[in-house]
């Protein structure tokens, strides 16, 4: 039976008002990721022959290392890792906790009980509502940003405010914004950096002031940090926990996703205050049973080696210079960031003699339809494109290539900015 048929039944009138009620499934609006996914298929139709360079994925081009993958394959084997895992292996959390000294200068971390592993981060940003929100209460969003936990906050009926994210800010979001009353009623914030999809970092000073700003309004804050350890030209991966202060007002949330090229395996932690833990943890248990042991012992053996993040950073930051010139060759304005796999510019107002860009999206589709090259936009708080370097291609000379093609492609356009 088609789901049209079924619409018309008392299913649709006993959907849940957080998702639509029984309204759900009738919505006729285009959501951005679906709008970039028909353009891609548009494409592909109009021009079967050229290839389709696409700069919008969101996750790494690459397998995860051989030994943790060696790892994997030897713990999976063992009869005494096939049980549920529940809030962990100690295993994990000691891995987790010596990579936070190791690799981010994090001291003092108990992963007995300031340590719990975590299906990867969003399932973790989706949990951490429960732990804090009531009615009426308040999470602060950025934005752009990674909407998950302003979500949730909504379905417990909590409200979201949300705090823009500009280039004359640096992409840091400014605190003295955010009005006394929503201050004085919020419960969460929620920040990320390296950012998505900004690539801008934070700084002491910032997470300084973090750590006060939530102190005076008792603001718990939820640091998300996947891209955390891949940071470029002598800049040190650098953790929210490590500053003074900060282990007081909240947490950080870590992935083996993006800075081991582990997606799919679905595996990170929650570090920091330790009630903010067993809170969490608490409302874990209630959600899942725990990853694969096999899996947090493969991801320890990761947690243990940091040099495998290295060589990935080399590969992005490599990617970056390469874009960074293509693109200011163009007339774009792009600097590489301090960290993360993505590259935000600010899209061109439109082509000299030709159409105008109305927004980010509009030169995204642009870019997709009538050359191949596929980017995300954001236009939350200004009109920016955004570029990831985790393109598919097989070693330096190939990159190379890459980019060489999408400044052909380019080279007979001439973009007002």
Not at 53 to 64: F, K, Q, R, S, W
Not at 79 to 98: C, L
Not at 175 to 194: F, G, H, Q, S, V
């Amino acid at each position: 039976m088609s789901i049209d048929k079924y619409q018309e039944t008392y299913i649709q009138t006993n959907f849940a008002d957080r998702i639509g009620g029984s309204n759900y499934g009738k919505d006729t609006n285009i959501y951005k990721f679906e709008k970039i996914k028909r353009a891609k298929a548009s494409a592909k139709k109009d021009f079967p022959n050229v290839e389709l360079i696409d700069l919008g994925v969101g996750e790494p081009d690459e397998m995860a290392d051989a030994g943790i993958v060696a790892a994997l394959a030897e713990q999976a084997s063992k009869p005494e890792n096939r049980g549920y895992a529940d809030n962990g292996i100690p295993e994990f959390k000691e891995a987790a906790a010596a990579y936070l000294k190791n690799v981010f200068n994090v001291e003092g971390i108990d992963p007995s009980t300031e340590v719990v592993h975590s299906i990867g981060s969003k399932p973790a940003l989706a949990m951490m509502p429960s732990c804090f929100i009531n009615p009426g209460d308040v999470t602060i969003m950025t934005v752009p940003g990674y909407p998950v936990m302003g979500t949730h906050t909504k379905y417990l009926g909590g409200e979201v405010f949300n705090i823009q994210l500009t280039k004359e800010n640096n992409f840091l979001p400014d605190l003295t914004a955010i009005p006394e009353d929503i201050a004085k009623r919020a419960k969460l914030l929620y920040l990320n950096y390296p950012n998505n999809p900004t690539g801008a970092s934070a700084t002491v000073e910032f997470f300084t002031e973090v750590v006060e700003w939530a102190k005076k309004y008792s603001v718990v804050v939820v640091h998300d940090a996947p891209y955390a350890a891949l940071t470029y030209d002598g800049k040190k991966p650098f953790s929210f926990l490590s500053v003074p202060g900060a282990k007081d007002v909240g947490v950080e949330l870590h992935s083996l996703s993006k800075s081991y090229n582990m997606t799919g395996w679905r595996i990170g932690f929650v570090a920091g205050n330790p009630l903010v833990v067993k809170a969490f943890s608490d409302v874990k248990d209630n959600n899942d049973s725990g990853q694969f042991i096999a899996i947090q012992k493969a991801a320890a053996y990761g947690l243990n080696h940091p040099e495998i993040t290295e060589k990935i950073a080399e590969k992005y930051s490599r990617r970056h210079d390469l874009l960074v010139a293509a693109l200011n060759e163009l007339g774009f304005q792009a600097e590489k960031p301090k960290g993360s796999f993505f590259l935000y510019v600010e899209a061109p107002k439109g082509i000299v003699g030709g159409r105008r860009f109305e927004s980010g999206e509009d030169f995204s589709q642009f870019l997709i339809r009538e050359k191949l090259i596929s980017s995300v936009p954001w236009d939350d708080a200004g009109n920016f494109v955004r570029f990831s370097v985790t393109f598919e291609a097989k070693g330096e000379e190939e990159e190379k290539r890459v980019i060489a093609e999408i400044k052909r492609r380019l080279s007979d356009v001439q973009f007002e900015f």
